[in-house]
Structure formats: C-alpha cells, structure tokens
C-alpha cells in the first residue's frame, strides 16, 4: 500500500531544507547500496561527513514527528537517520531493485529491519523531467512524483526504481523504518480502520459505537505490535 502525506514540511522548513542543501556536495550513492542496488543505482547522496547532515536530520525527524498521518502509516518503532538524494546529469537514476531487508546502525547499535521505506521530495516537480518513483505492487505500478515537501510511504518489500532524470535536478530525502507492525497486511488493515474512525468521528461525533470500535483498533494494535 502506498500512502501519500502531503506538506510534511511546511514552506519555511522547504525553504531552510534547501539553504542547507544548497551549501552541501554531493558523493557517489554507491556507499548504502546492497550488492543487488549496487547494480543499478546511478545517484549522488549526502555523505556522512556532511556538515548539514545533522540538521537536516534533526528538521526532517522533527517534522515527522508532529504528523499523525505519517504516524498511523507507518508505525515507527525505529526510524533510521534520514539520507538525501539528487539526480541530475549523468547520475540521474536507480534502476529496479529491493531494499535490504536488514540495515546496520552505526556503531554498535546492531540492526533494524527494514519494513517501511518513505521518500520525501524537496525539488519542486516543474523544474525537473522524469524521476518518478516507480513501485510495483500486488496491484500494478505506481509512478509517484509529488510536490515539493510531501511524501510516499511504502512497504520495503516491494520492487521499486527512480526513473532517470532527463532535465534538471531532482533532490529528495529518503528513509528506512522497523514497523511496530512487522506485516504489511495488518498494517494495511489499521491504517484503514483508523482513517475510517477518523471520518465516523467527524460525521457522528464520539459515539458508543465508535469508542467501542476505537477500543478494537488499539486491542488489534497491542496484538499485533512488537517493541
Ligand atoms: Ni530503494
């Protein structure tokens, strides 16, 4: 299932977002990519040693943070440190692949597995060609190219590409997750029964049928979560 949240930074945080990118240089993407990526990842990212990283991080996760859509989405248990990407010119595209299923965190912090993947798009959609987010699901295919400061969130296990680039630049944050809800169908199932809920709440009010039913989410949330 794909989700799309929009204005998950609103136009001061675009406008911040991109001063520091502006003031940053770009490296291979290679590093991150899995032998299978490796293949056909043809991108540049922020490197580690970056001097805006950090804040950039900090401005993403925090903006992540206040958004309840993005919450009931994902069910974040651990969210990896958000990466940046730019394609443009000669590395302007990550051909079909899968995420890795497991990422090491730095340090000694062992691993998180990886069940959510989201991508947050910083370039406006105008100012560039082609880049579109391709995923394929149960359903089909999916091309995602959002505005700027709105984002998709989809599950790990599906293949999925950037479409090269054929004029401009597209740069964009993206990011891995461990679920508190590891499968997807069930994640699949809450996300719609709370946005249900949301709308029953709006159109009838707190009901005896709608806090009975609301009991029934967070009892099939606590049956399924993990921590
Ligand atoms: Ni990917």
């Known amino acids: 299932m794909l989700i799309?949240?929009?204005?998950?930074?609103?136009?001061?945080?675009?406008?911040?977002?991109?001063?520091?990118?502006?003031h940053s240089s770009w490296a291979s993407g290679l590093v991150t990519a899995g032998v299978q990526a490796a293949q056909v990842k043809n991108n540049q990212q922020l490197p580690e040693d970056s001097?805006?990283?950090?804040?950039?991080?900090?401005?993403?996760?925090?903006?992540?943070?206040?958004?309840?859509?993005?919450?009931?989405?994902?069910?974040?248990?651990?969210?990896?440190?958000?990466?940046?990407?730019?394609?443009?010119?000669?590395?302007?595209?990550?051909?079909?692949?899968?995420?890795?299923?497991?990422?090491?965190?730095?340090?000694?912090?062992?691993?998180?597995r990886v069940d959510v993947a989201a991508t947050l798009f910083l370039s406006d959609p105008d100012k560039y060609d082609g880049g579109e987010?391709?995923?394929?699901?149960?359903?089909?295919?999916?091309?995602?190219?959002?505005k700027a400061g709105s984002m998709v969130v989809y599950p790990s296990s599906s293949v999925h590409e950037v479409a090269p680039v054929t004029r401009g630049q597209r740069i964009a944050c993206f990011m891995f997750m461990q679920?508190?809800?590891?499968?997807?169908?069930?994640?699949?199932?809450?996300?719609d029964m709370d946005m249900a809920l949301l709308q029953l709440r709006q159109g009838v009010g707190e009901t005896a049928p709608v806090v009975s039913l609301t009991g029934m989410y967070h009892n099939l949330l606590r049956r399924w979560a993990e921590n």
């Open 4 to 22: 799309t949240i929009n204005d998950v930074l609103t136009p001061e945080e675009l406008v911040t977002t991109r001063r520091l990118l502006e």
């Open 133 to 146: 987010l391709v995923i394929e699901d149960t359903f089909g295919s999916h091309s995602v190219k959002l």
């Open 51 to 112: 001097g805006q990283l950090s804040s950039l991080r900090r401005l993403v996760l925090g903006a992540l943070n206040r958004n309840a859509l993005f919450f009931t989405a994902a069910l974040p248990l651990k969210i990896l440190p958000p990466l940046f990407n730019c394609y443009a010119g000669h590395t302007n595209h990550y051909g079909q692949h899968v995420d890795g299923a497991m990422h090491r965190v730095a340090e000694g912090g062992g691993y998180v």
């Open 179 to 191: 679920s508190m809800v590891r499968d997807p169908g069930q994640r699949r199932l809450l996300f």
